[in-house]
């Protein structure tokens, strides 16, 4: 009766009458399973793979009840034992032990196949999470952009809402790097990824591009309140930055309306106008050329 990696089956036992949990302990106990018949016995680093119990009051192993909140978010199956009415498996007050085994048996092996199918969610979700997020900032990275921006410009087809797209970029980043090295660098980034993604709206959308530059799309602005936006971000970003006073450019584009052909002519027209800011003198925002 192993559940997984030759680990003795947990299985914990519990009745208000002592005598039945000692007659059901009796017909599980063998070599590969270990049974529990104090659940405040049982080590709280791990949750048993099966209760067993006829449900006497105060031992509610019904789902959400006090006994399985002990272990949240774990698969634990429950052999219910008459006059118990809930449990994955019920069976009669005089089960026999050949009946309680097999039964046993076979809700470890469903409660094992939920086990591995939990674990293969959480690994995929995992995963996910790391090839869209950029490891150093936690921002979505270039992949996660450019998975939004398709998900935004397919799902707003139509939308007369306007769009705004801008880069934002460290004045002098590779001299910081040099004079004050890679890790000082990294912190620097760290800071100013925090600081876009805590004054940004809720429905902006911030990235980490690679480098020391960072992109974002604002929606619903004119020229006006997207140019006041973008330098608030860009104040609020360089703020406080760790070892040195940091400076930044953004340069922007604006569009009436949601392309339904991507961002691509977008983009490029924001870059254009970030090298503008840059050589007028760094530390600025700069719109693109209508």
Same mark, same amino acid.
């Given at each position: 009766?192993?559940?997984?990696?030759?680990?003795?089956?947990q299985?914990?036992?519990?009745?208000?009458?002592?005598?039945?949990?000692r007659?059901?302990?009796?017909?599980?106990?063998?070599?590969?399973?270990?049974?529990?018949?104090d659940?405040s016995?049982?080590?709280?680093?791990?949750?048993?793979?099966?209760?067993?119990?006829?449900?006497?009051?105060?031992?509610?192993?019904?789902?959400?009840?006090?006994?399985?909140?002990?272990?949240?978010?774990?698969?634990?199956?429950?052999?219910?034992?008459?006059?118990?009415?809930?449990?994955d498996?019920?069976?009669?007050?005089?089960?026999?032990?050949? *009946?309680?085994r097999?039964a046993?048996?076979?809700?470890?092996?469903?409660?094992?196949?939920?086990? *591995?199918?939990?674990?293969?969610?959480?690994?995929?979700?995992?995963?996910?999470?790391?090839?869209?997020?950029?490891?150093?900032?936690?921002?979505?990275?270039?992949?996660?952009?450019?998975?939004?921006?398709?998900?935004?410009?397919?799902?707003?087809?139509?939308?007369?809402s306007?769009?705004?797209?801008?880069?934002?970029?460290?004045?002098?980043?590779?001299?910081?790097?040099?004079?004050?090295?890679?890790?000082?660098?990294?912190?620097? /980034?760290?800071?100013?990824?925090?600081?876009?993604?805590?004054?940004?709206?809720?429905?902006?959308?911030?990235?980490?591009?690679?480098?020391?530059?960072?992109?974002? /799309?604002?929606?619903?602005?004119?020229?006006a309140?997207?140019?006041?936006?973008?330098?608030?971000?860009?104040?609020s970003?360089?703020?406080?930055?760790?070892?040195?006073?940091?400076?930044?450019c953004?340069?922007?584009a604006?569009?009436?309306?949601?392309?339904?052909?991507g961002?691509?002519?977008?983009?490029?027209?924001?870059?254009?106008?970030?090298?503008?800011?840059?050589?007028?003198?760094?530390?600025?925002?700069?719109?693109?050329?209508p």
């Amino acid at each position: 009766m192993l559940l997984a990696m030759n680990r003795p089956l947990q299985i914990l036992v519990l009745s208000a009458d002592p005598a039945r949990v000692r007659r059901w302990s009796q017909f599980l106990a063998d070599r590969d399973t270990q049974v529990w018949e104090d659940a405040s016995e049982f080590p709280r680093d791990r949750a048993p793979d099966l209760i067993v119990t006829d449900g006497s009051p105060g031992l509610d192993v019904s789902a959400g009840g006090s006994l399985l909140e002990a272990w949240p978010g774990c698969e634990v199956g429950v052999v219910a034992i008459a006059p118990a009415s809930l449990g994955d498996v019920v069976l009669p007050a005089d089960v026999t032990p050949r *009946e309680l085994r097999l039964a046993c048996r076979l809700l470890a092996e469903v409660v094992r196949w939920r086990r *591995e199918c939990h674990y293969g969610r959480q690994l995929q979700q995992a995963l996910s999470q790391l090839a869209f997020t950029d490891p150093l900032t936690g921002l979505p990275n270039r992949r996660a952009w450019d998975e939004q921006l398709r998900a935004r410009t397919a799902r707003g087809a139509g939308d007369t809402s306007s769009v705004c797209l801008a880069v934002f970029d460290v004045d002098l980043f590779k001299s910081i790097n040099d004079r004050f090295g890679h890790i000082a660098g990294d912190e620097i /980034l760290c800071h100013i990824g925090r600081r876009l993604a805590a004054a940004r709206r809720e429905s902006d959308l911030v990235a980490r591009l690679g480098g020391d530059e960072f992109a974002l /799309l604002l929606e619903g602005r004119n020229a006006a309140t997207a140019a006041a936006d973008l330098e608030a971000l860009r104040t609020s970003a360089c703020a406080g930055t760790p070892h040195l006073k940091v400076t930044a450019c953004i340069g922007f584009a604006l569009s009436p309306v949601l392309p339904s052909v991507g961002l691509d002519a977008l983009f490029e027209e924001a870059d254009v106008a970030l090298r503008c800011a840059k050589l007028s003198g760094r530390n600025r925002t700069v719109a693109a050329r209508p």
